[in-house]
């Protein structure tokens, strides 16, 4: 198992260099993560976008290794020739520059220029945690506003595969509520319960999932033994799942802000892994981030 980034950052390497498209590649930023990326050995980058200004960036931060520029200055354009390195398998990630996130997702789910793989799209939030000995993992904190019981079941499923592909093959997993107790009038009990219900039936899944579960629970025996629960995973939750996009940005936000955790992350559900970086993003996040999605499309 996985127990933090440098160690993500090693496997990666060890199963050879990604290629990342990165579409608008026009970005300090995110030519500054596809910089780090190179000069780790993790990976190469074809840079798709207005050639004159990629140039001009990448000679200012010093740039000029591992990377292939292709001029598209037509910003929806140049999302599409993106998407096409990785469609037909000269890359295997996609990372999205400084284009409008809707017009790149488009270009991501056209039907037959894209790279939709027929599941629904979701992101997964990976966190080293300071003191543990092994990385922890939320989703959907990024891409889906308020999903339902049927989008909730495909956003599990997503993050169950990627968390398989990592190395962890019996996850415990919290399907997060505001209480233990299934009521009516709060949906997301109702669909947590449901989700546990399901994977309990399910004889090939190795894990455990528990749901409708509180945070406090998920996280403490103590908690969960206080309340007269018997939870089989509080304590030692590999995956939370939110309930909805603002749970999940604001426990992001504070653990990072607050808690000193390290983050990364990675859009799932597309034929390949998908990189969409914040401006508020620490390099080491970004970088930890490409590793991220390295380790995913190599595996």
Known sequence: ?????????????????????????????VLLAVKAAGEAGLARAILV?????IEDLAEEIGLTRNVRIMDQPDVKQAAKMAVSFVRRGEAQILMKGLINTGDFLKAVLQAEEGIRSGRLLSHLTCYEVPGEEKLIFHTDGGVNIAPGLEEKKDILANALGALKALGIHRPNVAVLAANEQVNPKMPATVDAKELANVYALDSQFEGVVEGPISMDVALSLEAARHKGLASSIAGKVDLFMV???????????????????KIAGTILGAASPIIMVSRSDTAESKLSSIALASLLANR
Not at 3 to 20: C, D, H, R, W, Y
Not at 49 to 53: F, L, P, V
């Open 243 to 261: 309930p909805n996009i603002e749970a999940g940005n604001m426990m992001s936000k504070a653990l990072i802000h607050y808690a000193g955790f």
């Open 1 to 29: 198992m996985l127990k933090n980034f440098a160690e993500v950052i090693s496997k990666a390497k060890e199963l050879g260099q990604a290629t990342i498209s990165v579409a608008v590649a026009q970005d300090r930023d």
């Open 49 to 53: 976008g207005n050639a004159a200004e």
